[in-house]
């Protein structure tokens, strides 16, 4: 399956995806060459055209972020995101005993990478910054293919998936507020030039 199919099946329908990606062979370096590493682009790019190129306005104040700092946040950006991937994997596969689920490392990689399909696909708001919230709320789709996706790929009961969902949106949270946090340090805002 190509990477377009893939990104519209697992985003409408993913109760049906899951089962296809779980039989699939995969391993680590597939799944970032051929899938992570491809759509993790599209927040980072985004979010530089956005902030660098097109710029942030109100009351008919504007302000550019300078293109070197625009170039490096979107290469940290890029990184953390895709180290934010495996160690949401890391998380998933340490708690499915938990939660009676079935550890597989490659499964809770399976997992973390599309469920973060509609986050990475959500990062085309960046475009506009006045759009990014739409980015934000596109990614709490995410928490919905985590949830239809656990029971499947890391094999707990139904009843669980609920709890073992919201153990790691909460970490999802933290580990988005540290990116968050140092893409700060390295965006210079109007205040502090």
Avoid at 38 to 53: K, N, W
Avoid at 162 to 185: H, P, Q, S
Wanted: hydrophobic share 60%; with cysteine.
């Amino acid at each position: 399956m190509n990477l377009v199919e893939r990104v519209q099946s697992i985003l409408l329908k993913p109760k049906a995806t899951w089962p296809e990606i779980d039989a699939e062979p995969a391993d680590a370096a597939s799944l970032y060459k051929n899938y992570v590493m491809i759509l993790a682009l599209i927040p980072a790019v985004a979010s530089f055209i956005g902030l660098s190129l097109i710029g942030i306005g109100a009351f008919g104040v504007s302000f550019r972020v300078p293109i070197v700092s625009g170039l490096a946040n979107m290469v940290v950006g890029y990184v953390l995101s895709l180290v934010m991937v495996f160690v949401l994997a890391l998380i998933i596969d340490a708690m499915a005993p938990t939660f009676e689920g079935t550890r597989s490392q490659i499964g809770a990689l399976k997992l973390s990478a599309y469920a973060s399909t509609a986050a990475f696909v959500g990062g085309i708001f960046s475009l506009l910054p006045s759009l990014s919230v739409l980015g934000a709320l596109a990614a709490l789709y995410g928490v919905y293919l985590l949830y239809t996706g656990l029971p499947v790929l890391m094999k707990c009961p139904p009843d669980k998936a609920i709890a073992y969902t919201a153990v790691v949106v909460v970490c999802a949270i933290v580990g988005g507020f540290i990116i968050a946090w140092v893409l700060a340090l390295l965006t210079p805002s109007p205040v502090r030039l």
